[in-house]
């Protein structure tokens, strides 16, 4: 039953200075990321070798480079460069890339603000 296997990755953590608004892209701030990698796993579910799937912890370092290397003024534009880089490095079918603004510059109470993204592998941009 290929097509329904799913890594997931959730809460990775980095400090970061993404924000349309000046003082986000001098003062940082928080931004939590949630990937899910599309798969087909049943090989490293048989072999169990890390070599048969995709290896989550070279995931998290692409992530952690596309979040912390470049300022962008958007979380789409953040979410969209972790989707490509993703797609473009690991063999995957297709990613979700959600991106948490927990400190969001939003005048009132709020847990947080997020986008979330769908990308397939071959996908035109």
């Not at 001098?26 to 939590?32: E, N, P």
């Not at 087909?40 to 070279?58: M, N």
């Not at 003024?73 to 969209?80: D, F, G, T």
């Amino acid at each position: 039953m290929s097509g329904h296997d799913v890594i997931h990755l959730r809460g990775l953590e980095f400090y970061a200075y993404h924000g349309a608004l000046p003082e986000e892209q001098v003062l940082g701030q928080k931004f939590i990321i949630d990937m899910d990698l599309f798969a087909d796993l049943s090989r490293a579910g048989i072999s169990d070798h890390v070599k048969d799937t995709i290896h989550y912890g070279e995931v998290y370092n692409v992530i952690k480079v596309c979040v912390r290397d470049d300022k962008h003024q958007l979380i789409e534009h953040l979410a969209e460069k972790i989707a490509r880089t993703v797609l473009s490095k690991f063999s995957c079918d297709s990613v979700r890339v959600e991106v948490h603004k927990p400190q969001a510059p939003v005048a009132g109470i709020f847990r947080d603000v997020s986008v979330e993204i769908w990308r397939q592998a071959g996908e035109k941009a």
